[in-house]
């Protein structure tokens, strides 16, 4: 069984969060149907809650959403927030991974 977790924010690239998935999926082997499945359910997730976190965070709001999604052999948690406040460390930790 096969686990992961996606933690995105209002800034994430749709994209490139699906690509990392879609690698790390592949990479351990998980099914091609399965990896297609999960990566259409959490694009579909994903866009909208981009969009709401945005508009929200403009207004000084706060949005925590988690989320699983499993298919055959996969477990994908979606961890979004938007709106809250990093930590000093994380800040820095952030700049230096360029996230």
Do not use: H, Y
């Not at 351990?28 to 579909?44: C, F, I, K």
């Not at 948690?77 to 360029?98: H, M, N, P, Y």
């Amino acid at each position: 069984m096969f686990r992961t977790t996606v933690t995105a924010d209002e800034k994430t690239d749709v994209d490139i969060a699906m690509s990392d998935l879609r690698a790390r999926c592949e990479g351990s082997g998980v099914d091609p149907q399965a990896v297609e499945m999960m990566t259409a359910q959490l694009r579909e997730i994903l866009k909208p809650l981009i969009a709401n976190g945005k508009m929200l965070a403009a207004q000084g709001s706060q949005l925590k959403v988690t989320r699983d999604i499993g298919a055959d052999g996969c477990d994908v948690k979606l961890v979004f927030s938007s709106g809250i406040q990093r930590a000093g460390w994380r800040k820095v930790l952030d700049r230096l991974l360029g996230s």
